[in-house]
């Protein structure tokens, strides 16, 4: 379908003339400059008119790609959830139609809901799969599609690519068959889910975590105007804590995001509304969560001053609390391989195992579907640097909202010692050594900015350097060739899936480089045992990116 057939359209699509009519040449022809696809966390694309962009056309057709992909099931069941990111709720409609019309039952949240629970929905459902309309924390003119398999995690690499073909090989998009919403419902084949389930993914929260250690410990929380309020109060009240206060502007649901310029709990920009409201009450922990509630992001007051935790360093409390209170089995915990190593040396001092996979919490979801009936080993933790955390595997996804009260209940525990969770952070460098974490992340837009990214990865790949800030080079890792080099040029296979990421080991850390795949960005990851991390770590980026 070329460009004239697309504005022939626009009057169906969601879009309005004004809003295309408002673009820049540039920003339409990116519009139709491909399509839209499958990478690391399912589709996600900037709304708008064409097949590089999300839409009603674009979004019925990944249901029907769905519909076909799920032919041959007997009596095949989806769910639906939604955040609260412009046309969420429309795009949830619209693929229900397209569904229901191919004979596929939907069960359909009736309001928005957090990505956990739709992971928990698909699994108490015994659904075929899942479908949570997001973006995560991308800004406001983004949505996302994120598809999930019966075990509720999102689909690995092979489902995904079968799923991609049955995407790809729908031509004519502007007549694919479908029935309103309303029509779906009326039907019996389109359900919403019960408020009785609804009830079972807090009531499974709330039988692990029984209780929040009582103290005089003051908390701020925010939503960043998404999907973990008003769940995440209701938690605490029902756990019989009443010591926080909510961001009020930003515990109101709106797409726009108009009290932050990221709705994204790794910046430190995002707790500015929280930090004054902590200052004025005197608060002990700022709390926030990503719009799908997924991501949570921790600041601390200590010394009189919030510090804000970084993915490693949240994931090395909750790691280290996790083993001090696990009994019997051989505790096991997953992680990224961008994720700092200080994780295996904790786990493995504690007596438990630690499996690495490829970035994707899919692979961590894998990893906990295999070890299911296993009785001499036991899921305690899964984590990535990017501030996803899962606890207990009723969800096979990130999920912030387990994460709430647990690091309350952590920090209320500390508070009563006269101590702090950067305190407890510090006695684990005391002990483990000192290994600390940067990211960057660079942003290229359009076509060209995709090229840029691929030649960076050509270049890197290709004439990998020998030494790097007067670092030494002693193993290279290319996920892609799924090849690991040894300096004396030894070398031997890399048993994981193959992925777009190098990674480059010193003596006393690595960085890692990795393409986005779903956003047009590179991010560059520093791990190094240091005492100048930051000066360390913006010398190698200005090496790499000529800054």
């Not at 095949?76 to 969420?88: A, E, K, M, N």
């Not at 690995?156 to 073909?165: F, M, R, W």
């Not at 702090?420 to 990211?439: F, H, I, K, N, S």
């Amino acid at each position: 379908m070329d460009r004239a057939q697309w504005e022939e359209h626009i009057g169906n699509s969601f879009i309005t003339e004004e809003a295309y009519e408002a673009l820049t040449e540039e920003e339409k022809a990116d519009a139709f400059s491909g399509t839209l696809s499958f990478g690391t966390a399912g589709i996600r694309g900037k709304i708008g008119l064409g097949p590089n962009r999300l839409n009603r056309y674009t979004v019925e057709k990944v249901a029907l790609g769905i519909a076909h992909n799920l032919e041959g099931a007997t009596d095949p069941l989806v769910v639906i959830g939604y955040d609260t990111r412009h046309f969420s709720p429309e795009f949830a409609e619209t693929m229900t139609g397209v569904l229901v019309q191919n004979d596929v039952n939907v069960r359909l949240s009736e309001k928005y809901i957090s990505t956990p629970e739709l992971s928990f929905h698909v699994r108490e459902h015994g659904a075929d799969l899942g479908i949570m309309i997001t973006a995560s924390h991308n800004p406001p003119e983004y949505n996302g599609i994120k598809v999930y398999g019966p075990d509720g995690a999102q689909l690995i690499d092979a489902p995904a690519a079968s799923l991609s073909e049955k995407i790809n090989a729908i031509e004519d998009i502007f007549n694919i068959g479908t029935v309103s919403f309303e029509e779906a419902l009326e039907s019996g084949k389109a359900q919403y889910i019960s408020v009785e389930m609804e009830d079972q993914y807090r009531a499974r929260i709330t039988s692990f975590i029984p209780e929040i250690p009582s103290s005089d410990m003051k908390v701020v929380f925010s939503s960043l105007h998404g999907t973990s309020v008003p769940i995440v109060p209701d938690l605490l009240d029902s756990l019989d804590y009443e010591n926080y206060q909510l961001v009020k502007d930003q515990c109101r649901p709106d797409g726009d995001f108009p009290t932050v310029k990221s709705p994204n709990p790794e910046s430190e920009d995002a707790f500015e509304a929280a930090r004054r409201l902590g200052t004025d009450t005197g608060a002990d922990l700022l709390i926030a969560t990503d719009p799908d509630a997924d991501r949570i992001g921790i600041e601390v007051l200590h010394d009189g001053h919030y510090v804000h935790l970084n993915g490693n360093q949240l994931g090395i409390l909750l790691l280290k609390h996790r083993l001090e209170h696990h009994k019997g089995s051989t505790p096991v915990v997953i992680k990224s391989i961008v994720t700092s190593d200080l994780g295996r040396k904790i786990t493995e001092d504690k007596g438990g195992e630690m499996i690495e996979v490829l970035t994707g919490f899919k692979y961590i979801g894998e990893q906990i579907e295999a070890m299911e009936g296993e009785s001499d080993r036991t899921f305690v933790l899964g984590y990535e640097e990017s501030y996803g955390y899962l606890l207990e595997p009723f969800v096979r996804d990130k999920d912030a909202i387990q994460i709430v009260p647990y690091i309350i209940g952590m920090a209320s525990e500390l508070k009563n010692s006269g101590r702090t969770l950067v305190d407890e952070l510090e006695a684990v460098y005391e002990t483990y050594g000192r290994r600390m974490e940067v990211l960057f992340s660079h942003t290229f837009e359009g076509t060209s900015g995709k090229e840029k990214i691929n030649e960076i990865m050509r270049q890197f790949r290709t004439n990998t350097p020998n030494e790097l800030d007067r670092r030494e080079v002693v193993m290279t890792e290319d996920f892609k060739t799924q090849k690991r080099t040894y300096r004396d040029g030894t070398s031997e296979d890399i048993e994981l899936p193959k992925a777009d990421v190098i990674k480059i080991h010193f003596d006393d850390g690595w960085i890692a480089l990795r393409p986005s795949g779903t956003e047009p960005k590179i991010k560059l990851y520093v791990s190094l045992d240091s005492d100048h991390i930051e000066q360390e770590a913006k010398l190698i980026n200005d090496m790499i990116f000529g800054v």
